[in-house]
Nanobody, 115 residues
């Protein structure tokens, strides 16, 4: 059974940090690109960051320099380290694993940043 389970969300003050985890099972994690997305209330889901199967990373402009995506293939887990958090980072954060036409999503974890 394929699963992606996000964890690590919560309530943090502006300027604080959180580390999100995305634990995978049921598929060959190392063969999939891993992406983080977020969806704020009343807004569309938007891309945050990617780590591909080669370990290369990419970031959206709004999080560049503050967030760091990483993966540990031995643990079948991806991470999103979020520093210098701002109230506008408040959203549900989702991880996605994709390869060709195969796509898996997690259920999301809530991040709330208070001002």
């Amino acid at each position: 059974q394929v699963q992606l389970v996000e964890s690590g969300g919560g309530l943090v003050q502006s300027g604080g940090s959180l580390r999100l985890s995305c634990a995978a099972s049921g598929f060959t994690f190392s063969g999939y690109h891993i992406k983080w997305y977020r969806q704020a209330p009343g807004k569309e889901r938007s891309w945050v960051a990617t780590t591909d199967i080669f370990g290369s990373t990419a970031y959206g402009d709004s999080v560049k320099g503050r967030f760091t995506i990483s993966r540990d293939n031995a643990k079948n887990t991806a991470y999103l380290q979020m520093n210098s958090l701002k109230p506008e980072d408040t959203a549900v954060y989702y991880c996605k694993a994709d390869r060709s036409t195969s796509v898996y999503w997690g259920q999301g974890t809530q991040v709330t940043v208070s001002s």
